[in-house]
Each structure stands twice: as C-alpha cells, then as structure tokens.
C-alpha cells in the first residue's frame, strides 16, 4: 500500500468506525510513518483519529512531531491523557520539548507527571544545553553486579518494552556506581548460570554529565556504540546516550559550522520568520559593513594613485576576492580537520607548512595567468608584474592567515569556525589592499 | 589505568613474554581501544604486539586502522593470516579499503578469500560509489518465515558471533525475498512457541541497492533503527545498512557541503600532499579568477564615471561583499534547510516570498546606515545617496539570488550546494557593481 492509500483507508475505517480495521493498518506503521498520516489527514478527521489511538501510539506520534505539532497535540489532549504520555515519553525528547516552553507552563505539565519522572526530567534540564547530560535518557536496564545471566535475561525480559535498545546492560553496585558493562550479545552466548561478574567488562566506556554532546557523539561514533552511559563526577550512572541522537548532534554542529562558516547567523531554517531571520543575520552583515569601510578607508589613502592610474581598480575586486577565497578554503580545511583529529605540535608546524607550499603553488600558478592577462588586456607589461606579484603574495599570505588563526582559535578553546567571515575576511581585504596599492604606488611612474 | 599505564604495562608483559598477563589487558580494552595502544607502541614492539594477538583481535584493529595503517598492517601479516583477517572483516569496511587499493591487489587478495565472502565482496563494489550497496554489509540474521519463536532464537545464539547487531531479524521466503522484520524486543515479549509469521511486520521498511547513501542515512535517522535492509529490484535481501555507518555518512554528506560552500575543493584534510591539496583547490581560484576579471570589465565600463569622482571607488568593495555575503547567508539556509525537509510548491513560494522581506529589512537597516555614514566621511548627501540605495537594491537582489538559485539546481536534482562561491558570487558581483555605477552615472552631474 502507498502512503496515500493508506491515507484512504485510515479515513474510510474512520468514517464507518471499523476501529478494527482501523487498529490492524496502524500495527503495520512505525512511529514516523504514524507522524507522517496524521500529518497527511485533512483537519476534520484528526480529532478523530487522536480518540482511536492508545496511550502507547500516541506517545510515539507526539515524539515523531515538529515542535510547533508537538504543543498544538499537547493542548489537544485532555489533561490525564497528555500527563500519561508525557510519563511515557523518552525523557531526551520531553527535555528537549519542554526547553522550549514558558516556565509556568513546564512546571505545570511537571507537577501532573509521575514523581520519579519528573524529577528525573529536572535534573536533567539542570544540566546547560550541548552536554551530555542534557541529551541523555533513563530508559536502560541496570542489573546489581551479583546476578547470574539468568536473572539478567529475567529483568531484560521484564524492562524490554521500557528499555529504548537491548544491547547492553549496565552493572551498577550498592551506591549506584557504575562498574561494568554487559553486551546483550555476550548473555546469548554464555551459560545461563554464569556470573555476571565472569562475563563483564569492567573498563566501562562512560562520559560526565557535564561533557561536551559533540564529545560524547564522538565517543559513540568511534567506538560503534549503540548506548554510551552516562555518570556523574562520582561515577553513578545518570542515565545513557543513544545513537539515533548522536546522529542529531552530528548533523546539528555540522550545521552550526556551516551557519559560522558562511556567517549566516544562528539556527535559521524555512519555517523562521522573516523579522527574526533579519535579526539574526544583520550582525554579520553590519560588521562586514564596517569592514567594507576599512578597505575603502584604504583605498581613501591612495585616491592619488588611483586618480593617476584608474585602471588599477579593475583588478581590485579580483585580487580582494582571491584572497578572501584562499583564506575560506584554508579555513574550511582546518575547521573540518579539527572534527576528524586533533593534531599536536608537530602535527600544527606540519599542517601549517603544507598550507605554506599550498599557498606558493596556488600564487604562483594564479600570478602567472593574471599577468599575460593583464598585459594583454591592459597593454601595460609592469601593470601585468604589480597584478601578478601582488597576488602572489596576498594569495601566500591568504592562506597562511586561514590557516594560523583557526588554529590560534582553537588553541586559546575559541570555536574555531568563528574566525569565517569577518576576521579572516578583514585580516585579508586589508592585507591585499595594502599589498595592491603599495606595490602600485612604488612603481607609479612606470604605470603611467 | 590511563592509556600511558596500559601502553606500559603492554610492553612490559610483551617484554616478559608473559602472554597470558598480555590477554588479560587486551580483553578489558574496546577494539578502538586496541588500535590506539597499537598506535601508541614505539615500531620495535610492534611486530612482537601483533604475533600475540589472535585472529580476532588482529580483524578488529585492522577496522579500527586509518586507510595508511591498514595497508601497511596487511603487507606486514603472513598471507594466511592476512586471508583470515580479511574474511573476518565486516565486508562494509574491506569494500571501503579495497576501493582504495591498486585492481592487481585486490584480485590477489579477492582469489586468496573464502568464496562466499569473496563473492559477496565483489557484489557490493559493483554498486556505484555513495549507493547504498556500496556501504551494506552481510552481518545480519535472517531466517525463514515457518520458524517458531524458539527456533529464531536458537538460530540468534548460533549466529551472534557474526552478526554485527542483533536488534532486528529479517525473515524471507523461499526465493530470499524480504517478506517481514521482527525486532529482538518481540522475540524477548513473544511466546516461545508462536509462530514468526504472527508477530512479525510485513510492512518492511528497507531501501534498493541502488539508492543514494545519504537517502539511506536520512531514513536510519527518520526512523531510529539501528540497520536497514538492503534489496534488489525483485525485492530480494542482499545486505543491512548499519547505524555506525549512517553517522559516517552524515558527517561525510556535511563535509561535502561544506566544501563546495566554501569552494574548498574535494577531500583535504590534515594528510593531503601541498601538490594534490593545491591541485583540488586551484579550480576554484581560477574560476573566481575570470569572475574577477568580469567584475573588472564592468567596472573598466564606467572608468570615466570613476575617473570623474574616486570616491566611488572607496565603496565599491563594501557593497560587492556585502551583496556576496547575504547571498552567501540565503545559499547556507537553503541547502541546510534542504536536507531537513523537501518543500513543494506551496513551501516553496513561501520561503521565497519570506527571503524577500528579510532582503528588504536587511537592506533598509544597512542603506540608512551607509548613507548616514557616506555623508559624514565624504560630505556629499548625492553620493549618500547613490550608496545607499545601491546598497538597498543589491541587497534585495542579492539575497533573492541566494535563494532562488539554490532552489533552481535542486528543482533541476542538481546539488544546490554547488551554486556556491562560483555561480552566486558571479551573479551578485556583476549586478551589484552594474547597479552602483549605473546610479552613479546617472547622478554623475550632482556628484561632483
């Protein structure tokens, strides 16, 4: 069946009230696909559609929804129904939804939960934003170190609806602390009277709640995990990461690389306001005014040279616009590079004399082409040698500053994707200006 | 122990030849774990660290290599050990390191392998580059649809060695058509003597070989699996797609993006040669070179107007950059925004109506302010002028061709990522320098 028959078919098992039927066709939709039919049926038929569904399917569609759905569904609901799937609801998801709702409304929809969820939901919402903490969730299974595989299999069998994956499990001692780790795959294949503390690793792979998400995303992606737990500074397990979000937190910084990158002002996307856009992208483009200014500033000082020879400003925007482009390349390089590894000294001083050469044969080989250029074009062989030798040098100069102050950047744990636009920009608008009309002035009796 | 206490008590047990001291630690450490130690070790201990692991343990730290250091590992093992490694190896990782090696090679290490897996490696390279047949593998458990629950689990238990993850079951007819999945959760929740057929989904969500990896990716995410199935046209099971593999296609896909927005050129990172990371990003310095020259001819058009009032000249690189900037800013929004969601036309014209409007607020707010601040430096309220509304014209049509442009190439299943530096910096430098000179020339008589 297609999508949009069993839109059809929903709505005709709707209208007749055959919830029979109804119930069989969604036992064959994941959770998203759920999402996507509710999304598809004309408004008249989802208030309907909402009073067929079970506590369970309702928490899955509420977890599948946009933001903006998710309260629209929310309000929708009568109170006891929406306070059970709130109970229900993977504490990472309900976390990340109630941040973005007013202070009076959260504490009210917390007041309704179950107690032991909502104060896990409020520590976890203690914990700021982009840390490990803050993504993680309680839906795993813990066993006590003295259980036999057995007894393991007994509590997974018992927690498995609850419990988000099966594929670990997670040995934690009287105090809570975590001291070891289980796969699910190691139970199968061991002797069901087994100690769990045979079988057990006790070198846990684990994060603070306080770590960086891109760390903790990291440490999943590397290590191929599905769940990666998560403890507290005296080792007690909090609660554990999973995989299907490091797949967000990977897509979000990738994301926010690119908003720096491109200077395009924080979190925009198709469904942003058009005032709020403006706002968030006005900063950048009123710094890059300022900076705009600057290199007019520069070519204000030598208005005499280009009276003399108007000529020169034809070239200008080639050589400004080479340099800033070397320079974002660079850049780019580094911000990206940084993501895979983390170079040490020798690995700095290496990087940075690659990008020294890269700068010598891209100078060399542009340098060569814009001077038959230009003395073609021009008729004047030493304007062709000032063009040249000028984007030589800011192309060299280019990408060393693209590379070196990135690298400075992350040094000093400054995220080095902000040095995109304005400063790399800047640092290279004036240095090519600088070089262009200096060189230029030098030989100002040999342009005439 | 810290990694340094691990590497030394390593060497010292390898000094020792007390092996079995040298087992313990390796048991306790995580694959990745075993690759970094063996990184870590000076080269002189290295041939004794690898006699002592077993074949296992020499699969798992060839996984976990770098594509340099799996070769040189594979040329260092006797051929018979190096056979049995690549057998062992998940076939999605020696796909991704034979795709690298010399043809010669690979026939020489394909005709030493197991048939079966030999085979079944030869399958997966014939699929195009980013397919998802390319990035599947074989570690999965099916079985067939008569079985009863025990008999599924007895096939796991057998099976769990091998199969990557053991979260879904995969279940096909005589003809190995993909007929249902059922997930280990159901296994755990089921009765042992139900049949598979009862429990299992049919409503299998899977993908072709031939589908694009980042399509792949994107339902993986959508979905929270942790593997997908991968068929052929006759809807025949040929291989599963695995979560770790989606974050490196996620990373991968935003890295490509990344590259062609900042014009970067293909795969540079830390490791790239001067020449070759010279060679890739030269085609982009060369376009942007001729762009240059475009924006000079143009500007050589209105010499006499410039000729006339120099002053003209001292804005030009503001209003250039900023024009390419906001179009910069529109582009990075749109193809980000495009690997979330597909608007259709509806959408579409409201992004388009939206972008609009933060063109003209973005251009108000900045023509005011240069006009305010032209008149001051330069004293002339004409010239104020002429800046300011070239400045609210650019900046309108500039942020419109950042984002019609993008939508343009994807409409035309072109990656709007390559409008980049090229196309959008090209549009937006003509038109905004045609603009500014053109309003100049016309009030040319009040500028002076």
Request: proline share 4%.
């Amino acid at each position: 069946m297609t999508e949009n028959e069993i839109t059809l078919a929903l709505i005709r098992s709707l209208k007749e009230g055959r919830t029979n039927d109804f119930q069989m066709i969604l036992d064959e939709l994941q959770p998203y696909d759920i999402a996507v039919q509710y999304q598809r049926l004309p408004e008249k038929h989802r208030e309907r559609f909402l009073l067929h569904l079970n506590i369970r399917q309702l928490t899955e569609l509420m977890q599948e929804l946009h933001r903006s759905d998710q309260v629209r569904l929310l309000e929708r609901m009568p109170i006891d129904q929406s306070t059970k799937v709130l109970d229900l609801m993977d504490n990472d998801d309900l976390v990340s939804l109630l941040s973005d709702l007013e202070p009076n409304l959260i504490e009210e929809l917390l007041s309704r939960m179950n107690r032991d969820e909502s104060s896990y939901i409020q520590k976890t919402m203690s914990y700021p934003p982009e840390t490990a903490g803050r993504i993680m969730n309680n839906r795993y299974v813990w066993i006590p170190r003295y259980y036999t595989i057995r007894q393991a299999i007994d509590k997974i069998r018992e927690f498995a609806e609850i419990a988000e994956y099966l594929n670990y499990l997670y040995i934690v001692d009287e105090d809570k602390q975590l001291v070891g780790v289980v796969s699910y795959k190691d139970l199968i294949l061991g002797e069901l009277d087994d100690e769990i503390e045979e079988v057990m690793y006790t070198r846990v792979v684990k994060v603070d709640a306080l770590t960086d998400q891109e760390i903790a995303a990291d440490i999943i992606g590397r290590y191929d995990f599905i769940t990666l737990p998560v403890v507290d500074t005296e080792n007690r397990l909090l609660g554990i990461i999973t995989v299907d979000d490091v797949i967000d937190v990977v897509m979000q910084e990738a994301n926010e690389d690119i908003e720096k990158l491109s200077a395009s002002g924080k979190a925009i996307d198709f469904k942003t306001p058009p005032l709020i856009a403006a706002y968030r992208r006005l900063p950048w483009l009123i710094l890059l005014l300022f900076i705009g200014l600057i290199s007019g500033g520069i070519i204000s000082r030598f208005e005499d040279t280009l009276q003399t020879v108007v000529a020169l400003a034809f070239f200008m925007p080639m050589i400004a616009g080479m340099t800033g482009n070397t320079g974002t390349q660079s850049l780019a390089v580094v911000v990206r590079g940084l993501v895979a590894e983390q170079p040490d000294r020798k690995g700095t001083i290496k990087l940075i004399i690659r990008e020294l050469w890269v700068g010598i044969i891209i100078g060399v080989t542009c340098a060569i082409l814009i001077m038959l250029i230009a003395y073609v074009w021009q008729g004047n062989i030493v304007l062709g040698l000032v063009v040249g030798s000028s984007l030589l040098l800011t192309l060299i100069i280019g990408t060393l500053a693209g590379t070196i102050i990135p690298l400075i950047l992350y040094k000093l744990k400054v995220d080095p994707a902000v040095a995109s636009g304005p400063l790399i920009t800047t640092i290279n608008d004036i240095l090519s200006l600088l070089i262009y009309f200096g060189l230029a002035s030098l030989f100002i009796s040999r342009l005439m």
